[in-house]
């Protein structure tokens, strides 16, 4: 059963109906654009629900604004701009489902091992401009192309593999402490790394596929 959410006196039927609004109110700005009086108020709403509300408030809003993710350029996040001139990004998802060691964990794995999936998917390029999804069979160019693992041995259960050869829990994982303008979350213990490392370099089967192979083809071949 879905749960109310309420964001200020604003009501939602549920946590779903309360990311949506949120992201439309993200989407109808471009980056460094300020975000209108109405939807800041709502927003300023949102972030006194954030984790670490404190620390992204510091010394009091100003404004708001949406900015592309620097790192990867895939994502766009809310930014907050404080009265003494500082700025911070947050996570309107962190604001309405909570904080959650778990993901974090899940996230930092992954960029871990983001060199090697980024090194199969140019090497699977070379002297090529497509190649075939290994889902639907259609051409796919190197922009809409994503890099998937093959089934049985997905990233879910190379995570849980990992685990339990360590002898660990995610929650066991060292991950980087909440910091302004954070946008990822990393490993520190360095026998950590090199182990997950090794551990997916040896393990995973990778495969390229096109953005039309959605998750639900994927998961119809993990039956």
């Known amino acids: 059963m879905a749960k109310p959410v309420a964001i200020g006196e604003r009501p939602f039927p549920s946590q779903k109906a309360?990311?949506?609004f949120a992201r439309e109110i993200r989407d109808r700005y471009g980056d460094g654009e300020r975000i209108a009086p109405a939807d800041a108020a709502f927003l300023e709403d949102l972030l006194r629900l954030h984790p670490e509300a404190d620390q992204k408030i510091g010394k009091g809003v100003a404004s708001f604004s949406v900015q592309?993710?620097?790192v990867f350029g895939t994502t766009r996040h809310f930014v907050?701009?404080?009265?003494?001139?500082?700025?911070t990004d947050f996570s309107f998802k962190s604001c309405i489902e909570g904080s959650s060691a778990r993901r974090d964990a899940l996230s930092a794995l992954r960029e871990a091992v983001a060199d090697?999936?980024?090194?199969?998917k140019n090497e699977a390029f070379v002297g090529k401009t497509e190649?075939?999804?290994a889902v639907r069979g259609v051409p796919t160019g190197f922009r809409d192309a994503h890099v998937d693992h093959i089934p049985p041995r997905t990233y879910?259960?190379?995570v849980t593999g990992w685990l339990r050869r360590e002898g660990i829990d995610l929650e066991d994982i060292a991950v980087t402490p909440p910091a302004d303008n954070q946008y990822l979350t990393t490993m520190t213990d360095e026998e950590q790394i090199k182990s997950w490392q090794q551990f997916h370099h040896t393990y995973a089967k990778l495969r390229v596929v096109c953005s039309?192979?959605?998750l639900s083809d994927v998961r119809r071949q993990q039956r």
Do not use: E, K
């Not at 907050?80 to 700025?87: E, F, L, P």
């Not at 090697?116 to 199969?120: D, N, P, R, V």
């Open 212 to 214: 039309g192979a959605n």
């Open 18 to 20: 309360a990311l949506a």
């Open 116 to 120: 090697q999936i980024t090194g199969f």
């Open 68 to 70: 592309t993710d620097p």
């Open 131 to 133: 190649v075939l999804c």
């Open 80 to 87: 907050v701009h404080r009265q003494d001139g500082s700025s």
């Open 156 to 158: 879910s259960a190379l």
